[in-house]
């Protein structure tokens, strides 16, 4: 199929005209249980009715009017996610790498406000991925999105995840911030020793850092808490959002305790997009949902059942599956088949998982799942086991013949 497309993206040949609830159905009419919810964003499945409310109300009243003028959805969605963290101020961008964009210059503004113009330098980890903007792919520092795209971005140090002593050591007079997904997404759900987290913040205090959590994937309900902090008990300065908390719709947000904004002010950074009165709508309508009573809750029971699941569906075919991981309806399923190829045979399934780093399928369905959809997903998941195993069973014949 020939397309007029930059074809930066592998792309399967399905296209998706409708969503309801956890189900996409594609031009072809065929119906697919979506455990990848358009890569952990659509937080409430598709056609959720209180978000369609939200955006045909707004979308029939005001879509966008800058941000040289007040804009209350935005001050109230702002208050609420203060209300809901750590946090006392908001920035609202369009995507995640912009919001990681606002906070590594939050961070560095913050250190050059504090007499220290020098510590711009930020720590970042092994496997990371926190965007694609020229920042954003440094700070990541995976040699395959910085390759032939010119001089990579100044001020981005990469250790391993190892030990603390590690991190130590990295630090250098330059270091102002750290920076880290609580969980990596795309780096193969792999979840960050909450001792190690606790050992981050204690450095950042005694070395008077900035410590930047990178929840863009992680957030928003999705660990089974409102945010992957809480699961660790510590909290970031600056904390970063996107996908699931417009549900669909474009929008992401940077997070930030008062003393770590410090620099910022009127003037210094901005966005044309970023928080208007159609974004911020939604993302109130998702708060609305998200915020309910036993809602994330639920999200951890659900993520404990599929973990149980899957162990078990670990153990029906040990040939295919290596390991399973993650928190709530974050899970990762380590494979010893290549991912791609598994992924492809539970889309033959009619179930969609979201390959990533480490050999791994992501499973990030929408949160309100149902303990129905969730056993027809592991159904699923075991009929594409199968047919792996089917596969490796026809090439070892077709060697022995
Ligand atoms: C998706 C993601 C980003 C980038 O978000 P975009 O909206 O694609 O710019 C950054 N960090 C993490 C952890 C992500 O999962």
């Known amino acids: 199929m020939s397309s007029a497309i930059v074809p930066v993206y592998a792309r399967a040949d399905i296209a998706f005209e409708r969503g309801d609830g956890c189900w996409l159905t594609a031009t072809d009419g065929e119906r697919y249980l979506d455990f990848g919810g358009g890569i952990a964003v659509a937080s409430l499945g598709y056609s959720h009715p209180h978000l369609v409310a939200a955006l045909s109300e707004q979308g029939a009243k005001l879509w966008h009017s800058s941000n040289l003028f007040q804009i209350p959805g935005g001050e109230r969605l702002a208050a609420r996610l203060a209300e809901a963290t750590f946090a006392d101020l908001v920035f609202f961008s369009n995507s995640g790498a912009e919001a990681n964009e606002a906070a590594i210059k939050m961070a560095r503004k913050r250190q050059s406000v504090g007499g220290h113009p020098e510590r711009y330098r930020i720590l970042t980890f092994e496997g990371a991925f926190h965007g694609r903007t020229l920042a954003t792919i440094a700070a990541g520092g995976q040699a395959k999105y910085i390759e032939g795209f010119g001089p990579k971005v100044d001020g981005f140090d990469q250790i391993p995840i190892t030990d603390l002593a590690a991190v130590e050591a990295a630090i250098g007079p330059g270091t102002g911030a750290i920076m880290i997904e609580p969980i990596q997404g795309e780096g193969g759900v792999r979840v960050v020793a909450p001792a190690f987290l606790r050992g981050l913040r204690r450095i950042c205090d005694e070395r008077g850092l900035v410590l930047i959590f990178d ?50 002010t009127a003037g210094v950074h901005g966005t044309t997009f970023g928080g208007n009165p159609l974004a911020m709508a939604i993302g109130n309508a998702v708060l609305d949902v998200v915020l309910e009573p036993g809602f994330v809750e639920r999200v951890a029971h659900l993520g ?80 594409a086991c199968r047919r792996m195993e089917s596969e490796i069973a026809a090439m070892r014949k077709g060697v022995a013949e």
């Open 215 to 264: 929840e863009i994937q992680t957030g928003v309900g999705r660990t089974g808490r409102l945010f992957a902090y809480e699961l660790v008990g510590v909290t970031p300065d600056i904390m970063t959002i996107a996908k699931g908390i417009g549900g669909g719709f474009p929008m992401g947000a940077c997070l930030a305790t008062a003393d770590a904004a410090k620099g910022m």
């Open 304 to 383: 404990l059942l599929l973990r149980q699941r899957l162990a078990e569906l670990r153990d029906r075919h040990p040939q295919i599956v290596e390991e399973i991981r993650g928190e709530g309806l974050m899970v990762g399923v380590k494979l010893k088949v290549p991912n791609t190829e598994f992924a492809a045979a539970a889309r033959a399934e009619r179930l969609l998982t979201i390959p990533a780093g480490d050999n791994i399928v992501r499973l990030l369905p929408p949160l309100i799942l149902t303990e129905e959809e969730l056993s027809e997903g592991v159904l699923r998941l075991d009929a």
